[in-house]
């Protein structure tokens, strides 16, 4: 079946630099990606989405790039804070209203 | 402001027994979803439902069960057939029938073996 995985299990960047974080994907046919924020002890929040369509996104401090050719997912913030500090993992859209989800990466901040 | 809550945020099961997790949402959405968070893997569906009284097993349904009596409410039982029951809950719904929606999530309960 398809898989979602990511390159690194954590990551650690001092505040006021840009976190990258990286999600591969198996599934050709998948056309639609999502990631999500975890804070501890709490659930998935919604960061910012991206249709197969689509190369880049953005939002506020947040940007996605999706390159098809190679499945690979990645998402990009800006001037890291201490508060973004959480797992970040990519899902991806499998059937219908269903999705796979990523193991996460573990993004700390270093004030 | 609408959203998701789960219940309890902690709860302890003995052996041989079954809990129950709830879900409520006022979202207004159709579809409702339980996963199961372990250190170190993505979410695992337990069970969805896409609309009221119908439900489907997800990947990992065994020793679950659930009902969906009301579109607000998606209760989740943990029975004593499922032998590792300790994990992290999580609910989560959608709306149905538009094609590039994110699911919304819950706090969830954290389930411990007394």
């Known amino acids: 079946g398809e898989s979602v995985g990511l390159h690194l299990p954590t990551l650690s960047v001092q505040e006021g630099d840009n976190s990258i974080i990286n999600c591969a994907y198996s599934n050709s046919a998948s056309d639609y990606f999502i990631w999500y924020k975890q804070e501890s002890g709490k659930g998935p929040q919604f960061i910012i989405d991206i249709r197969s369509n689509m190369d880049k996104r953005q939002g506020q401090r947040v940007t996605v790039l999706l390159n098809k050719t190679v499945k690979h997912l990645s998402l990009q913030i800006a001037a890291t804070q201490p508060g973004d500090s959480a797992v970040y993992f990519c899902?991806?859209?499998?059937?219908?209203?269903?999705?796979?989800f990523g193991t996460g990466t573990s993004l700390t901040v270093i004030p | 402001d609408g959203g998701i809550t789960q219940s309890p945020k902690y709860l302890f099961r003995k052996e041989g027994q079954n809990v129950t997790l709830s879900c409520e949402q006022n979202l207004n959405h159709d579809a409702m979803y339980w996963y199961r968070q372990d250190p170190g893997q993505g979410l695992r569906l337990i069970y969805y439902s896409q609309i009221v009284n119908d439900f489907q097993k997800g990947d990992i349904a065994e020793g679950y069960s659930v009902s969906r009596e009301k579109k607000e409410s998606f209760p989740l039982t943990v029975t004593s057939a499922q032998k590792n029951p300790t994990a992290f809950y999580l609910c989560a719904s959608s709306p149905v029938g538009r094609v590039f929606q994110p699911q919304h999530f819950g706090d969830g309960t954290r389930l411990s073996i007394l």
């Open positions: 899902a991806e859209k499998k059937t219908g209203n269903q999705f796979y």
